[in-house]
């Protein structure tokens, strides 16, 4: 992606690109930003010259990492604003200038409309990345609102009595997939037609080369079992095991700690501070377990994961490939990825076939599961603590499922409640109320893209 998108963005053309994770684009992105800031003879007093939107706070920080990197012999500078951070000192930074700036939408669109004193009106370049994701995540409103405030892409003069247009700023969008969400987000931000760069283009699979994917067909009431006693055998690996839910993270967290096996764990519904400290501590490890929900999939690098278990379904195989992605990333990595599926779930093998994801199933063998199901279920039913946490996490689970997209395979109607109230270590099924009109349904719809 770098030798096909670095020309033109040097040139300050517009450019839509498609790139998976793991393939060098935050440097496709920065390197042609910092050497236009350069060129420009950007200092603080001029404001800021490049935006860099990010579509997650962990992928705001990572790339903000990357940027400190490049323009360590620079005299240009470089700033961060995000959701969750003090805004009193992001504002004191924006006033003094800050060339390159990179941003979450709604953080930056609160300084674009209050931060008196914020210099943008010398903007040269605007840089979008992970665009589909934006969508995901309910930001068009503020995209839009940003685009409007922002300088024009043009602006037309009358020189020597013949009107001309003027290229004020070049904007690049990058996605890991092109859907239609993609051309909506555009529409939205081109005037002209961009080049448009797609290095996926002749592939005969989406994932990366070095990976190394499996299934597991597992009865519903054995997945958690199966997943303990797979952990268990890789605790000197590094391992991501993603779920459906913040609240799916935080039991299973709970659950395997009374099984003595140390977990990190980031979700949407922690604080910045916290997500940002488990991301680093996980990154710097040799070997440990995160669990966590979709908030790490998406764009961020994490070093070494030799195995990511998606223990809860993707929402549809574009989801697959991304969270597959954090592991086998860089040339002549390796990488394995482990799929767990319920025999009413089998169908969607035939989607990720579709999507150019080749999976090898592997043997379910119950004679190789660790036997503490009575056990854990002892516990959860004694524990009060423990045994809320796991109704809620049973219950984000169900409707988790029921607001699934693929409602064709993943149907809440077809599930065993009492074989997934097993997975959660209860003996019976808790009651919860599945009404889709209800704040607690709507709620989760909402934490899901956490």
């Not at 949407?268 to 377990?289: L, M, P, V, Y």
Request: with cysteine; net charge positive; hydrophobic share 40%.
């Amino acid at each position: 992606v770098q030798a096909r998108a670095i020309p033109h963005l040097l040139k300050r053309e517009n450019v839509l690109g498609i790139a998976g994770t793991g393939s060098g684009k935050t440097l496709a992105l920065l390197i042609p930003a910092v050497e236009l800031l350069y060129k420009k003879k950007f200092s603080s007093h001029n404001g800021t010259g490049v935006v860099v939107i990010c579509q997650t706070r962990e992928l705001a920080m990572q790339t903000h990492a990357a940027a400190k990197d490049l323009l360590k012999y620079h005299t240009q500078t470089f700033g961060l604003v995000m959701d969750g951070a003090a805004r009193r000192g992001e504002a004191e930074r924006l006033v003094k200038g800050v060339n390159l700036l990179i941003a979450t939408p709604g953080r930056l669109l609160d300084h674009l409309q209050n931060t008196k004193g914020f210099i943008y009106k010398n903007l040269k370049c605007l840089i979008v990345d992970e665009a589909d994701r934006i969508l995901d995540e309910n930001f068009e409103e503020q995209m839009k609102q940003i685009i409007k405030l922002l300088p024009k892409e043009k602006i037309k003069k009358i020189k020597n009595g013949e009107k001309i247009t003027i290229l004020v700023r070049n904007t690049a969008l990058f996605s890991a997939t092109q859907t239609t969400k993609v051309e909506d987000i555009a529409h939205l931000l081109f005037k002209s037609i961009p080049v448009y760069i797609n290095v996926d283009d002749g592939r005969s699979k989406s994932t990366v080369e070095g990976l190394q994917l499996g299934c597991c067909v597992v009865p519903s009431a054995r997945r958690f079992i199966l997943l303990y006693s797979f952990l268990k055998r890789n605790l000197s690996k590094k391992v991501m095991v993603f779920f459906s839910s913040c609240c799916s993270v935080k039991y299973h967290l709970e659950l395997l700690r009374h099984l003595h096996v140390d977990c990190f764990d980031i979700h949407g519904k922690q604080n910045q501070q916290k997500r940002t400290s488990t991301f680093s501590d996980f990154c710097e490890a040799e070997k440990g377990i995160l669990l966590c929900t979709d908030v790490a999939a998406r764009g961020l690098d994490i070093p070494a994961v030799d195995w990511i278990v998606q223990y809860d379904p993707p929402d549809d195989p574009k989801e697959f490939i991304h969270r597959v992605d954090r592991t086998a990333r860089g040339e002549n990595a390796n990488g394995n990825a482990l799929l767990f599926l319920i025999p009413e779930e089998l169908q969607f093998l035939q989607f990720l076939k579709a999507a150019k994801v080749p999976l090898k199933e592997y043997a379910f063998d119950e004679k190789k599961l660790t036997k503490v199901q009575s056990q854990l279920e002892g516990v959860v039913a004694k524990n009060y603590y423990l045994n809320m946490s796991a109704k809620e996490a049973y219950r984000s689970y169900i409707l988790a499922y029921n607001s699934h997209s693929m409602k064709e395979i993943f149907n809440v109607h077809k599930l065993d409640l009492q074989a997934v109230a097993t997975s959660f270590c209860f003996s019976c099924p808790p009651k919860i109320n599945l009404a889709p009109n209800s704040s607690r349904s709507k709620s989760r719809k909402k934490s899901r893209k956490n």
